[in-house]
Each structure stands twice: as C-alpha cells, then as structure tokens.
C-alpha cells in the first residue's frame, strides 16, 4: 500500500491541534473548568453545569414574527403579536436567546456590571444559534452603544464585547462606531414605565455623519444585551433608518417573556 503523502500545511495543522489538546489537557488538571454560574466542575471552560443550563429558557417554540415575543399558543406560521400589530416597530425583526428571568438575570447582570466577560462567549454561541437567520442576512453588525461617560465609568461596552464574538463565529464585520449615543441618560432599568423608558432614549442616539456610508443602503444587525420595552432598540432603529439602512434587525441575549408596550 503507497504511503499517505502530508503537505508541511497538513502535518503543521496537525501538530497545532496535538499541542492545543495537550495544553487543554495540562490547563484541566491545574485549573479544573467550572461551572460560569455556580462554580461546578464541568467539561469545557465557559460552559454551564446541566443543572444551571436546565433552569434556562431558550426561545425555540412559537412566536410573533416580528418582535420575537413567544407565544403559549401557536396561533400558526407569520403571526404577529398584538404590540406588532397596533404599533409595527422600527425594526424589522428581533430575536432572543433566552427569556430574563430569575435564573438568567444573574448571568447578564455578571456580564452587565461585574466584569464578567468570560461569559460573553457563551451569550455568543447562544445568540448564533438564536439569530442564525438574521446573521445570514446582516451586512454589518452593529451594538447599542453606551454614552462615553458612561463607558468610562464602567470600562467596556457589553453590547461591543457580543458584537465582537458574533463577528468571530460569524465572520460578519462589527462597526462598534456607526451608532453613538448622543447624550447620557438615566439607567432604564430605573425608569417607572415603558412610555418612561421611551421618553428617556428618545432622540438619544444618531449615526454620526462620517459613518453613515457604513449603514447606508444595508441591513444592520442590532446586538443588545436585553430586551425589555424595546424602547432603546426602537430608537437605535429609528436613528439607523434616518441613516439609510435598508433593514433593521435586533440580536439580544434574554428579553423579558411579556408583551412589549409601544407609546405613540
């Protein structure tokens, strides 16, 4: 039998991958993986224990069309939520990991505001596989950017850091400056209501005018960490749309399971 002949590429391809598995291995045994949430031992690193990941609720069943919310009851293919249908969004489409609860709030919030970024990775497979479809369609992807002030004091961007790890298992370009926020504003985790919440992003957010060759005639994928009103993506997708983009989707991680109330 004639020898298999290996290119210098193949056998260096080959010896990368026995290293890597070696030093996976060595890393393993001085620093075992543990669980992101509760700090179980698990197989692979930034990963969940199957009791953390059974506590999450993943978005696969039926739900409106347009803004992702789920549905109890499937009410058959191309519906539309009520919100939708009273007051259609400014986006074309959005989808959600998973739902924000109590067993997800911890995971976002370490991510949000305790220099958790180890879990951004994970956020990030969950949200491919979440947002395949509108991934295949984007042009660019584009996070909700944080006021300068506000990104001083807390260092990074987390919307960026997902758009950063999408753009790697997706090989779509990240723009983290085609959208700014034009004026610092009060946490929306803190406003009373959704027309609150509203009122406090409206006008907030604008492309500046060396970048809009960058959204101009494209569809942009949107990438947030939570989806709550959908107050600040209806504005970031407004000032999008000003701007040119073609089409407007959202990509978030969790989103709270309930209608999103829209104030005229």
Not at 109 to 137: I, N, S, T, V, Y
Not at 155 to 176: E, T
Not at 215 to 234: C, I, K, M, P
Request: glycine share 4%.
């Amino acid at each position: 039998m004639a020898a298999t002949y290996e290119t210098p590429s193949v056998r260096t391809a080959k010896l990368t991958s026995a290293l890597r598995r070696a030093g996976r291995t060595v890393l393993d045994i001085v620093y075992p993986p543990l669980c992101l949430v509760c700090r179980a031992p698990v197989s692979e690193p930034r990963a969940l224990c199957a009791a953390c990941w059974k506590q999450i609720t993943f978005f696969d069943g039926p739900m409106c069309i347009r803004c992702g919310l789920p549905f109890e009851i499937d009410p058959g293919t191309d519906s539309l939520c009520a919100s939708c249908l009273a007051s259609p969004p400014s986006f074309d489409c959005a989808r959600s990991a998973m739902r924000y609860d109590d067993a997800s709030r911890g995971a976002v919030l370490a991510l949000k505001r305790a220099d958790r970024l180890e879990f951004a990775h994970l956020f990030a497979l969950w949200l491919k596989r979440a947002g395949q479809p509108l991934l295949e369609q984007a042009d660019i992807i584009v996070p909700v950017p944080l006021h300068r002030i506000r990104l001083w004091l807390r260092r990074y961007n987390q919307s960026a850091i997902l758009a950063q790890q999408l753009h790697r298992l997706s090989g779509k370009p990240v723009d983290s400056f085609a959208l700014v926020r034009t004026r610092p504003t009060p946490s929306q985790g803190n406003m009373p209501s959704a027309k609150a919440r509203r009122r406090n992003v409206q006008g907030a957010f604008a492309v500046p005018k060396g970048r809009a060759a960058a959204v101009t005639g494209r569809t942009v994928l949107l990438v947030d960490d939570v989806l709550t009103t959908g107050a600040t993506v209806e504005a970031c997708a407004r000032a999008l749309r000003r701007a040119g983009a073609t089409k407007v989707l959202v990509l978030s991680v969790a989103r709270v399971a309930r209608p999103l109330p829209r104030v005229i």
